[in-house]
């Protein structure tokens, strides 16, 4: 087994919103729970098929999930103790179609232009300003092939709690409201048929440093390039 990486720290101000931990010593199973229900059964109900990219994995981040359907996947994200622990987990019969690439995705992505037939991303881009957001999309549309899709979470009306009571949030995060979020998502991806579902994330307890309590509700959106 390879060494893990050492743990990435965080730099709000930059936009790296690591964890800041040794993934080592995190346990087999990812420090994010077992998976949203709905967005579970919406990889399982929607057409994926050919080369996907998967932003901000994360040490899970669904990939054995992509890897199921999709004959290839590239899992990123710009910690590599997640995505060492992320290879480490994945079941053998899929560690040949998978691949893991570190960078940070508020840079231009190391891919060639139209290049996946799919993109996947959970847990992050709600993160990042507007101006941020909208550079990460430039992105994946470039990245992307045409008549590619595009799967997405978007948290709102997001609420973490520490255990001294006391609400705790990420940098210039916007927090956005449902509607808020629908507004800029449609503008973003008005080059796309879209579809968007909602849902609510129970509060649960988030195994990070330090550990919280969250919940939140939050936009599935499907989107395909014309």
Same mark, same amino acid.
């Given at each position: ?19 800041? +931990? ?56 710009? %910690? ?55 550079? +990460? ?53 008005? %080059? ?35």
């Amino acid at each position: 087994m390879k060494k893990m990486p050492k743990p990435r720290k965080p730099d709000e101000e930059k936009y790296i919103f690591t964890e800041g +931990i040794d993934y080592s010593q995190t346990g087999k199973a990812s420090i994010w729970g077992k998976g949203d229900k709905d967005t579970l059964e919406l990889i399982e109900r929607t057409e994926i098929h050919g080369k996907w990219l998967n932003l901000a994995a994360g040490d899970w981040g669904y990939t054995p999930n992509l890897l199921k359907r999709a004959d290839f996947v590239v899992a990123s994200d710009i %910690d590599g103790g997640a995505l060492s622990k992320l290879r480490q987990n994945t079941p053998k019969r899929y560690v040949k179609k998978l691949e893991t690439k570190i960078f940070d995705i508020t840079k231009r992505f190391p891919f060639e232009h139209d290049e996946f037939d799919g993109i996947f991303c959970t847990g992050t881009l709600h993160l990042f300003p507007k101006e941020i957001f909208q550079k +990460i999309v430039l992105e994946i549309n470039r990245v992307l092939k045409p008549h590619g899709r595009i799967i997405i979470d978007f948290a709102t009306d997001i609420k973490r709690v520490l255990p001294n009571g006391k609400l705790l949030t990420f940098g210039k995060e916007p927090l956005y409201t449902v509607e808020e979020a629908k507004q800029v998502l449609e503008k973003l991806f008005k %080059d796309y048929e879209i579809k968007m579902y909602e849902s609510k994330v129970p509060e649960y307890l988030i195994k990070t440093k330090p550990c919280y309590k969250f919940s939140s509700k939050f936009i599935l959106l499907v989107a395909d390039k014309k």
